[in-house]
């Protein structure tokens, strides 16, 4: 079945600089792919949607210089923590949807990202 | 804003039990529903999803309930394991090409 790879599954950084997390859809094309953010003991909260080919929709809230997503093709979406502080550490996790074979959304086995 | 929430944020139940887990929703233009399983460190994994058009949805050993009336929605486990230990969530879509609202969230805890 489809696969949605996310990579690094583990990142540590220091304070100040940036740090890139991809995720890929393996055997589909995805027009849409969706980042969310998760702290421990609580839930998704959803970051940005990603489309291919234009600019990245974010959530209100959500800063657009801080977290900056870029999806140059339909198989992959970047998202790049910018000049990374402590309180940016948390899991992020990414989905992509399938919307030719069936509305299906597939998400990723996530990213951890501690900033030290 | 639109919402999804749980009205557990805990349940523990024994081995061989039902478990439910609720959840409310509170935009009534939402038509797609999904139940996932999270366990520590790892992405949400699909379990079951409903559509508006329907009240009940069976899979292997799971329920979905659909009460648009009230809405709400209700995943249940029949004979529950340990294995099904984790944090499971609802989410809503209303008709936005995969994007998902996730409800907060309830933790199963399964005792042998």
Redesign the interface.
């Known amino acids: 079945g489809a696969v949605v790879s996310q990579h690094p599954s583990r990142v540590i950084c220091k304070s100040g600089t940036s740090v890139k997390i991809e995720c890929r859809s393996l055997d589909f094309q995805a027009t849409t792919m969706f980042w969310y953010r998760q702290f421990p003991k609580k839930s998704l909260m959803l970051m940005a949607t990603s489309n291919e080919g234009s600019k990245a929709t974010y959530e209100q809230g959500v800063e657009k210089d801080k977290f900056l997503i870029n999806h140059a093709s339909l198989t992959l979406s970047t998202l790049t923590v910018t000049s990374a502080h402590p309180e940016d550490s948390s899991f992020y996790i990414c989905s992509a949807w399938d919307g030719v074979s069936g509305n299906t959304i597939y998400f990723g086995e996530g990213s951890w990202l501690t900033v030290v | 804003g639109e919402s999804v929430g749980l009205h557990l944020p805990t349940l523990s139940v024994q081995e061989g039990d039902n478990s439910i887990i609720n959840c409310a929703y509170s935009n009534s233009a939402s038509d797609y529903f999904?139940w996932?399983k999270q366990e520590s460190?790892?992405?949400?994994?699909?379990i079951i999803d409903i559509r508006s058009n329907m009240d009940k949805r069976q899979g292997q050993r799971v329920t979905v309930l659909l009460n648009k009336t009230v809405k709400h929605l209700s995943l249940q486990i029949a004979a529950t394991q340990p294995g099904d230990s984790a944090v499971y969530?609802c989410a809503e879509?209303y008709n936005q090409?995969?994007?998902?609202?996730?409800?907060?969230?309830t933790?199963l805890s399964v005792k042998p």
């Open positions: 999904i996932y460190g790892k992405g949400p994994q699909f969530f879509n090409g995969g994007k998902l609202i996730f409800g907060q969230g933790e």
